[in-house]
Protein backbone atom coordinates (compact mmCIF):
# COMPACT_ATOMS: atom_id res chain seq x y z
CA UNK A 1 0.00 0.00 0.00
CA UNK A 2 2.75 1.97 0.48
CA UNK A 3 3.75 2.63 -3.27
CA UNK A 4 0.05 2.62 -4.50
CA UNK A 5 -1.04 5.29 -1.88
CA UNK A 6 -0.36 8.78 -1.66
CA UNK A 7 -0.52 9.52 1.66
CA UNK A 8 1.97 11.98 2.56
CA UNK A 9 0.52 15.38 4.60
CA UNK A 10 3.74 17.60 5.27
CA UNK A 11 2.22 19.53 8.23
CA UNK A 12 0.86 16.26 9.70
CA UNK A 13 3.54 14.11 9.22
CA UNK A 14 5.62 17.26 11.09
CA UNK A 15 3.60 17.23 14.20
CA UNK A 16 3.39 13.35 14.23
CA UNK A 17 7.09 13.05 13.65
CA UNK A 18 7.23 15.35 17.43
CA UNK A 19 4.07 13.53 19.14
CA UNK A 20 5.83 10.06 18.38
CA UNK A 21 9.01 10.37 18.98
CA UNK A 22 9.38 12.85 21.57
CA UNK A 23 11.90 14.75 19.50
CA UNK A 24 11.59 18.28 18.01
CA UNK A 25 12.46 18.78 14.85
CA UNK A 26 14.96 21.66 15.67
CA UNK A 27 17.58 19.11 17.86
CA UNK A 28 17.99 16.99 14.85
CA UNK A 29 20.71 18.47 12.98
CA UNK A 30 23.64 16.74 12.21
CA UNK A 31 22.48 13.14 14.38
CA UNK A 32 23.07 10.43 12.37
CA UNK A 33 19.29 8.58 12.08
CA UNK A 34 17.79 5.61 11.51
CA UNK A 35 13.88 5.57 10.45
CA UNK A 36 13.54 1.24 11.15
CA UNK A 37 10.43 0.49 9.23
CA UNK A 38 10.64 3.84 6.98
CA UNK A 39 7.54 2.95 4.69
CA UNK A 40 7.07 5.69 2.08
CA UNK A 41 9.66 7.40 3.62
CA UNK A 42 7.37 10.38 4.71
CA UNK A 43 8.90 10.70 8.72
CA UNK A 44 12.55 10.10 6.86
CA UNK A 45 11.86 13.29 5.00
CA UNK A 46 10.93 15.42 8.31
CA UNK A 47 14.27 14.22 9.65
CA UNK A 48 16.15 14.96 6.70
CA UNK A 49 14.33 18.29 5.91
CA UNK A 50 15.68 19.44 9.58
CA UNK A 51 19.04 18.44 9.41
CA UNK A 52 19.83 14.64 10.30
CA UNK A 53 21.56 12.50 8.35
CA UNK A 54 18.88 9.41 7.94
CA UNK A 55 18.63 5.91 6.80
CA UNK A 56 15.41 4.64 6.14
CA UNK A 57 15.02 0.94 6.20
CA UNK A 58 12.16 -1.37 5.25
CA UNK A 59 11.37 -5.04 3.98
CA UNK A 60 9.18 -3.95 1.56
CA UNK A 61 9.53 -2.31 -2.01
CA UNK A 62 8.06 0.87 -0.48
CA UNK A 63 11.65 1.78 0.15
CA UNK A 64 11.61 2.88 -4.19
CA UNK A 65 9.13 5.45 -2.82
CA UNK A 66 11.02 6.71 0.19
CA UNK A 67 13.70 7.73 -2.03
CA UNK A 68 11.45 9.20 -4.71
CA UNK A 69 10.38 11.72 -1.80
CA UNK A 70 13.33 12.07 -0.54
CA UNK A 71 14.91 12.78 -4.15
CA UNK A 72 17.12 15.85 -3.43
CA UNK A 73 17.94 15.61 -0.15
CA UNK A 74 21.77 14.33 -0.02
CA UNK A 75 21.66 13.27 3.58
CA UNK A 76 19.15 10.66 3.30
CA UNK A 77 19.95 6.87 2.18
CA UNK A 78 17.24 3.64 1.60
CA UNK A 79 17.68 0.20 1.93
CA UNK A 80 16.03 -2.57 1.69
CA UNK A 81 16.30 -4.70 4.40
CA UNK A 82 14.52 -6.99 7.56
CA UNK A 83 14.59 -5.32 10.54
CA UNK A 84 15.93 -8.68 12.69
CA UNK A 85 18.88 -8.63 10.19
CA UNK A 86 19.96 -5.19 10.15
CA UNK A 87 23.27 -4.62 7.77
CA UNK A 88 24.49 -1.58 10.45
CA UNK A 89 27.46 -1.95 12.91
CA UNK A 90 26.53 -1.89 16.54
CA UNK A 91 25.77 1.57 17.56
CA UNK A 92 26.01 3.41 14.75
CA UNK A 93 23.29 5.84 15.32
CA UNK A 94 22.18 8.89 17.58
CA UNK A 95 18.64 8.59 17.01
CA UNK A 96 16.66 5.67 16.36
CA UNK A 97 12.61 5.60 15.71
CA UNK A 98 10.48 3.17 14.75
CA UNK A 99 6.64 4.05 14.02
CA UNK A 100 4.16 1.52 14.10
CA UNK A 101 6.39 -1.04 12.44
CA UNK A 102 7.50 -3.95 14.90
CA UNK A 103 4.26 -4.76 15.76
CA UNK A 104 3.72 -6.15 12.11
CA UNK A 105 7.01 -8.57 13.00
CA UNK A 106 6.73 -12.20 13.68
CA UNK A 107 8.94 -11.87 16.56
CA UNK A 108 8.33 -7.94 17.61
CA UNK A 109 10.76 -8.26 20.77
CA UNK A 110 13.59 -9.85 18.30
CA UNK A 111 13.02 -6.96 16.36
CA UNK A 112 13.05 -4.65 18.63
CA UNK A 113 16.17 -6.15 20.10
CA UNK A 114 17.71 -6.04 16.90
CA UNK A 115 16.66 -2.20 16.39
CA UNK A 116 18.33 -1.27 20.01
CA UNK A 117 21.21 -2.57 19.52
CA UNK A 118 22.33 -0.32 16.58
CA UNK A 119 21.12 2.90 18.77
CA UNK A 120 24.80 4.86 20.12
CA UNK A 121 25.84 5.30 24.46
CA UNK A 122 24.01 8.15 25.12
CA UNK A 123 22.12 8.17 22.09
CA UNK A 124 18.12 7.92 21.68
CA UNK A 125 15.06 5.47 20.55
CA UNK A 126 11.51 6.01 20.10
CA UNK A 127 8.98 3.13 19.11
CA UNK A 128 5.33 3.23 18.60
CA UNK A 129 3.47 -0.12 18.77
CA UNK A 130 -0.13 -0.64 18.61
CA UNK A 131 -1.80 -0.80 21.91
CA UNK A 132 -3.94 -4.05 23.49
CA UNK A 133 -7.62 -3.43 23.51
CA UNK A 134 -10.16 -5.18 25.75
CA UNK A 135 -10.50 -9.16 25.47
CA UNK A 136 -14.00 -8.46 23.49
CA UNK A 137 -12.05 -5.70 21.14
CA UNK A 138 -9.16 -8.03 20.46
CA UNK A 139 -11.63 -11.00 19.97
CA UNK A 140 -13.67 -9.48 17.43
CA UNK A 141 -10.49 -7.74 15.53
CA UNK A 142 -8.53 -11.66 15.48
CA UNK A 143 -12.04 -13.05 13.94
CA UNK A 144 -12.25 -10.02 11.29
CA UNK A 145 -8.49 -10.07 10.64
CA UNK A 146 -8.32 -13.92 9.90
CA UNK A 147 -11.20 -13.36 6.83
CA UNK A 148 -9.54 -10.70 6.04
CA UNK A 149 -5.28 -11.74 5.56
CA UNK A 150 -6.63 -14.08 2.98
CA UNK A 151 -8.58 -11.69 0.90
CA UNK A 152 -6.51 -10.88 -2.75
CA UNK A 153 -5.82 -7.20 -2.45
CA UNK A 154 -8.40 -5.81 -4.66
CA UNK A 155 -10.51 -7.67 -2.49
CA UNK A 156 -9.59 -5.74 0.43
CA UNK A 157 -9.46 -2.74 -1.35
CA UNK A 158 -13.30 -2.68 -1.82
CA UNK A 159 -13.51 -3.50 1.81
CA UNK A 160 -10.92 -0.80 2.74
CA UNK A 161 -12.92 2.00 1.00
CA UNK A 162 -16.11 1.05 2.44
CA UNK A 163 -14.55 1.31 5.44
CA UNK A 164 -12.88 4.88 4.44
CA UNK A 165 -16.44 5.70 3.50
CA UNK A 166 -18.09 4.98 7.23
CA UNK A 167 -14.95 6.92 8.41
CA UNK A 168 -16.52 9.85 7.08
CA UNK A 169 -19.56 9.87 9.18
CA UNK A 170 -19.14 11.03 12.62
CA UNK A 171 -22.04 9.08 14.38
CA UNK A 172 -20.09 6.05 13.28
CA UNK A 173 -16.88 6.86 14.28
CA UNK A 174 -18.12 6.84 18.06
CA UNK A 175 -19.79 3.94 18.12
CA UNK A 176 -19.37 1.04 15.51
CA UNK A 177 -15.23 2.39 15.22
CA UNK A 178 -15.24 1.18 19.21
CA UNK A 179 -15.45 -2.11 17.75
CA UNK A 180 -14.65 -2.66 14.27
CA UNK A 181 -11.35 -0.70 13.19
CA UNK A 182 -11.92 1.96 10.18
CA UNK A 183 -9.84 5.05 9.70
CA UNK A 184 -11.55 8.73 10.33
CA UNK A 185 -8.51 10.61 8.58
CA UNK A 186 -9.97 13.72 7.24
CA UNK A 187 -8.13 12.94 3.81
CA UNK A 188 -9.84 9.95 2.18
CA UNK A 189 -6.92 8.07 0.48
CA UNK A 190 -5.56 8.57 3.98
CA UNK A 191 -8.92 6.64 5.26
CA UNK A 192 -8.57 3.67 2.79
CA UNK A 193 -4.54 3.75 2.86
CA UNK A 194 -4.96 2.62 6.95
CA UNK A 195 -8.01 0.84 6.83
CA UNK A 196 -6.12 -1.61 4.44
CA UNK A 197 -3.13 -1.25 6.54
CA UNK A 198 -4.93 -2.13 9.63
CA UNK A 199 -6.79 -5.42 7.99
CA UNK A 200 -4.10 -6.38 5.23
CA UNK A 201 -0.72 -7.46 7.44
CA UNK A 202 0.11 -11.27 8.61
CA UNK A 203 1.39 -10.13 11.09
CA UNK A 204 0.19 -7.86 13.68
CA UNK A 205 0.36 -8.00 17.54
CA UNK A 206 -0.92 -5.31 20.37
CA UNK A 207 1.15 -4.54 23.67
CA UNK A 208 0.80 -2.82 26.47
CA UNK A 209 3.16 0.34 28.07
CA UNK A 210 4.63 -2.47 31.10
CA UNK A 211 5.94 -4.41 28.23
CA UNK A 212 7.39 -2.09 25.95
CA UNK A 213 9.00 -0.85 29.15
CA UNK A 214 10.35 -4.04 29.91
CA UNK A 215 11.96 -4.25 26.56
CA UNK A 216 13.73 -0.68 27.54
CA UNK A 217 14.97 -1.58 30.46
CA UNK A 218 16.14 -4.73 29.46
CA UNK A 219 18.37 -3.37 26.31
CA UNK A 220 19.87 -0.66 29.01
CA UNK A 221 17.91 2.48 28.77
CA UNK A 222 16.95 4.51 30.64
CA UNK A 223 15.23 8.34 31.35
CA UNK A 224 12.52 6.38 29.72
CA UNK A 225 9.36 9.06 28.83
CA UNK A 226 5.85 7.54 28.07
CA UNK A 227 4.94 9.52 24.75
CA UNK A 228 1.24 11.15 25.09
CA UNK A 229 -1.37 10.74 21.69
CA UNK A 230 -1.82 14.26 20.17
CA UNK A 231 -5.64 14.28 20.54
CA UNK A 232 -6.45 16.33 24.61
CA UNK A 233 -10.61 16.01 24.70
CA UNK A 234 -11.55 14.68 27.83
CA UNK A 235 -13.97 11.82 26.33
CA UNK A 236 -10.80 10.76 24.11
CA UNK A 237 -8.49 10.56 26.92
CA UNK A 238 -11.08 8.68 29.03
CA UNK A 239 -11.69 6.13 26.43
CA UNK A 240 -7.73 6.08 25.90
CA UNK A 241 -6.91 5.39 29.21
CA UNK A 242 -9.50 2.74 29.66
CA UNK A 243 -7.99 0.80 26.34
CA UNK A 244 -10.92 1.52 24.21
CA UNK A 245 -9.46 3.13 21.15
CA UNK A 246 -8.46 1.07 18.38
CA UNK A 247 -5.70 2.06 16.78
CA UNK A 248 -4.55 3.79 19.40
CA UNK A 249 -0.55 3.60 20.34
CA UNK A 250 2.20 2.31 23.13
CA UNK A 251 4.71 4.84 22.77
CA UNK A 252 7.94 5.43 24.44
CA UNK A 253 11.61 7.35 24.28
CA UNK A 254 14.57 6.40 25.98
CA UNK A 255 18.23 7.18 25.79
CA UNK A 256 20.97 4.45 26.12
CA UNK A 257 23.30 3.63 28.61
Known amino acids: QWT ?67 AGLNQADFVQTDLMELPFAPESFDLVFSIGVLHHSSDPQRAFRSVAA ?32 RMRPSELETLAEIGAAAGALPLLNRTLNKLVNFSSHPVWENRVCDTFDWYSPRYQSHHTIAELEGWFRAAGFRDLRVLEPARRSRLYRWAYDRNLIIGSGVNMLGRKR
Request: aromatic letters at 6%.
Open 118 to 149: VVRPGGRLAVWLYRKNTPVQERVNELLRGITR
Open 4 to 70: RYAVEQPDEDEATFETKTGIRRNELAGLDVLDAGCGGGRYSLVAARHGARVVGCDMSRAVDRAARSC
